[in-house]
């Protein structure tokens, strides 16, 4: 069946730049996806990628896309405190239509 | 602002009350889902609708049940809450599901607590 994994944890200085790794497992799924929750709030989406795409930049953010061994990884340059945060990684578009979500990887980011 | 609204954001229930989680969007999206998100874990699909088409993930437990009125609105109920039961349920929206950009959007959450 599907499934996305990621590290839980992730702690880095500020100013330093984070990664935030994810393996999945559906190799139909056309988009992946990074989402950010806040504490007590809803996810928000980060950034995506067309899985025909390897890499995708977005001002301080980096997603590279190895579509042979199913890993996507999430670059954040200079990162912030209020980077602070949980970041899902997601898989759509594949055999089930809806999106698979990993469990999330706190990011933690000390002054 | 288009938005997701989700009401309320606390509800306390006692064990095996009924309770009902509702969801509203302004966004006039197709889809709208309801996930249950469990401390450290993934939120967990429990079911959505595309337009008047309920559809029902297979673990999903008959417990839970949806009504989608209208466009607008979709509710979530827990027909007998047990302790397990309690968890952050979160309702998202989207334009189209499958084979197509799946941005979902999401609702601050309703934490659901059973005494």
């Known amino acids: 069946g599907e499934d996305v994994e990621q590290s839980l944890f992730l702690s880095v200085r500020e100013g330093d730049s984070s990664v935030i790794n994810c393996t999945y497992t559906?190799?139909?799924?056309?988009?992946l996806y990074w989402y950010k929750q806040e504490p007590g709030a809803g996810l928000q989406l980060l950034t995506y990628?067309?899985?025909?795409?390897d890499m995708k930049q977005d001002q301080r953010l980096t997603v590279l896309l190895n579509k042979k061994d199913k890993h996507l990884s999430l670059r954040i340059a200079d990162t912030q405190t209020g980077d602070s945060a949980i970041y899902f990684c997601?898989?759509?578009?594949?055999?089930?239509?809806?999106?698979?979500f990993g469990k999330g990887t706190k990011l933690s980011v000390k002054p | 602002d288009a938005m997701v609204i989700q009401n309320p954001r606390y509800q306390v229930t006692q064990f095996g009350k009924p309770v009902t989680l509702s969801c509203s969007q302004t966004?006039?999206?197709?889809?709208m889902y309801w996930y249950q998100q469990k401390s450290s874990q993934a939120p967990k699909l429990l079911f959505h609708?595309?337009?008047?088409?309920?559809?029902n993930e297979a673990d999903t437990p008959d417990n839970f049940q949806s009504r989608r009125p209208n466009t607008s609105f979709c509710f979530l109920d827990i027909r007998s809450p047990g302790l397990g039961d309690a968890a952050m349920y979160l309702c998202?929206?989207?334009?189209?599901?499958?084979?197509?950009?799946?941005?979902?959007?999401f609702g601050p959450g309703t934490r659901l607590t059973v005494l």
């Open positions: 997601a898989e759509g578009g594949g055999s089930q239509g809806n999106l698979i």
């Open positions: 559906d190799s139909s799924s056309t988009y």
């Open positions: 990628i067309f899985s025909n795409m």
């Open positions: 966004l006039n999206h197709n889809v």
């Open positions: 998202a929206t989207s334009r189209e599901t499958r084979n197509a950009y799946n941005e979902q959007f």
């Open positions: 609708y595309y337009d008047k088409d309920f559809n």
